[in-house]
């Protein structure tokens, strides 16, 4: 990272916010350790899972693989197990394949550059730049939300968050506010501000300790920041299963490496005709992805024999299991959600 020329004025700011985070820090595990292997893991699970719920996840995901080794030595079904829950699987896959590039290709060891960083699977901007700081020292800041929304109100800037250029735009503005040789603590502040007090919604001005230098707030229009014009496409998409069964066993099948919930298991998307007069329900279920909404048939398959069922796994490919053992699969949440109601 190139240096950057500072304003005097926003590094005063810089600091108030890192005084309010030294006496204000939520007391986090992973804030105990400057491991980068913790640190990525737990960049990746809390990006779209709040703290409170996925903090288990962590846990329970850094106790069973407990190093790049571990890892990478596993195997990806039961990387998946241990994501379950989280949702977002390609994320658990793509640090199974990033476990491999370090095993491979930096012998073991975490690297400590942002761009031998960036290029491990799975890995953004933001979290090479998290790790980079946190754990290496770099003076880099870690782009986020919460970097858009608190910089956004603290200048009043209008600069639209949904522009391919917004993560360059705020890296240099965050740059200007910086502390020397801070910008790990800094990073994690603005994390904690973001999420405990500058909020997207019903912010709580009063506690903010950049109250009087918010520009945004002195001029009554933090409901107006940060812009963002662009709106996501969202795809609208049908899927059909068969939940084919016999007394307590029923049929079910690992997803490939295309289209969404790469490596998941799932029940049968097609039937043989014969098949069909054993149908007793059909549920229709709405799930949203990020840029999907998803409406799920499932039909109910109650087949008259076990020998029907043998032989349509055999010819098929597919698994035979029941609802006890189904807990040590990973499935779409739609379909584990119809399993648990069984």
């Not at 030595?73 to 998946?80: C, G, I, P, R």
């Not at 054993?278 to 020998?307: A, C, D, G, Y």
């Amino acid at each position: 990272m190139k240096n950057h020329k500072q304003n005097p004025h926003f590094i005063l700011i810089g600091n108030q916010i890192l005084k309010w985070y030294g006496q204000n820090a939520r007391e986090l595990p992973f804030r105990n350790t400057k491991n980068p292997y913790n640190i990525w893991i737990c960049e990746i699970i809390f990006q779209q899972t709040r703290i409170a719920q996925g903090m288990q996840h962590y846990e329970n995901f850094v106790a069973r693989f407990p190093d790049v080794k571990t890892l990478a030595n596993a195997h990806s079904d039961e990387v998946l197990l241990y994501w379950k829950g989280l949702g977002y699987y390609s994320r658990a896959l793509n640090i199974h394949k990033a476990s491999h590039q370090i095993m491979n290709d930096f012998g073991g060891v975490f690297p400590e550059k942002y761009e031998d960083i960036l290029y491990l699977k799975g890995i953004g901007k933001y979290t090479a730049a998290a790790v980079s700081s946190i754990c290496f020292g770099k003076q880099i800041p870690a782009i986020d939300g919460n970097f858009y929304r608190v910089l956004s109100r603290i200048y009043a800037d209008d600069f639209d968050i949904s522009s391919s250029q917004a993560y360059k735009y705020y890296e240099n503005l965050a740059l200007e506010m910086i502390p020397s040789n801070a910008a790990g603590d800094f990073n994690q502040a603005m994390m904690d501000l973001g999420s405990e007090v500058c909020k997207p919604r019903n912010p709580l001005c009063s506690e903010c300790p950049v109250q009087e230098n918010c520009i945004a707030f002195q001029t009554g229009k933090i409901s107006e920041f940060p812009v963002k014009t662009k709106k996501v496409k969202v795809e609208s998409l049908e899927l059909q299963y068969y939940f084919v069964g016999f007394q307590e066993e029923f049929l079910i099948k690992q997803r490939g490496d295309d289209f969404i919930w790469k490596k998941l298991f799932e029940f049968p998307t097609d039937i043989p005709d014969d098949f069909r007069e054993f149908s007793i329900n059909e549920k229709i279920v709405k799930h949203k992805l990020t840029h999907k909404n998803l409406v799920i048939n499932i039909n109910r398959v109650v087949l008259s024999s076990k020998s029907q069922l043998d032989k349509f796994a055999f010819d098929n490919g597919f698994s035979i299991i029941n609802k006890d053992n189904s807990q040590q699969k990973s499935f779409p949440k739609p379909l584990e959600n119809y399993i648990d109601g069984l």
